[in-house]
Every structure is written in C-alpha cells, then in structure tokens.
C-alpha cells in the first residue's frame, strides 16, 4: 500500500522559513514516474495548488508563492520537498502532498503550516 507522509510543518513567524517533506512508503512504489505535488486548504476555503514538479523536474507554482516557494524532488529517497521563505499569514493553511501519474493519484494526509507573530 502506497502512504505520503508530510512532516516539517508547525508555527514560525512572518517572514521565517519552513520547509516542508513528502515521504513515499511502500516497499515497490516509486515516484520516478509521478508528477509531485503541494496543495494547501485554509479553513473555509478550497484546496488549491501551490507548486508541482514533474517527473522530468519542470516546475510550475502558484503565483501568491512564486519566488518564494521551492520544490524540488529525490527520486532515490522517493521524496519531495516544499522550501517555504519570507512566509505570510495568508500562507497559513493544511499543506497536502500528491503524488500523480496518468489516472493514479495518492495524497498525503496534510500538515498544518501556522504563520502568526
């Protein structure tokens, strides 16, 4: 069975960094093949992109975070990553990790990113 497990999250202040990690379990899963992504839900409002990153290692970004946001991908660790700087309230969300390719998609189960002073 195929798991995305987030960690990184928590509290920082405005203006800090987090950085954010997507880890893929199971003993044949690969994310070679798969697109990654971060998506994130701040309460009362839909989910949305932040920033995926494909198999080839093209990346596109939401823009409220372009030149800010990092992603990035180790196929080897089968893990992506989400480097968050210059971070704002309105960034304050549940942050999910998708994992797609063709019609097969995974999600993780989200982590909470609080920015607040």
């Known amino acids: 069975q195929v798991q995305l497990v987030e960690s990184g999250g928590g509290l920082v202040q405005p203006g800090g960094s987090l950085s954010l990690s997507c880890a893929a379990s199971?003993?044949?899963?690969?994310?070679?093949?798969?697109?990654m992504g971060w998506y994130r839900q701040a309460p009362g409002k839909q989910r949305e992109l932040v920033a995926v990153?494909?198999?080839?290692?093209?990346?596109n970004y939401a823009d409220p975070v372009k030149g800010r946001f990092t992603i990035s991908r180790d196929n080897a660790k089968k893990t992506a990553y989400l480097q968050m700087n210059s971070l704002k309230p309105e960034d304050t969300a549940v942050y999910y990790c998708?994992?797609?390719?063709?019609?097969?998609?995974?999600w993780g189960q989200g982590i909470q990113v609080t920015v607040s002073s």
């Open positions: 998708n994992a797609a390719y063709q019609y097969t998609t995974y």
């Open positions: 199971g003993s044949i899963f690969t994310i070679y093949g798969y697109t």
């Open positions: 990153i494909s198999s080839g290692g093209s990346t």
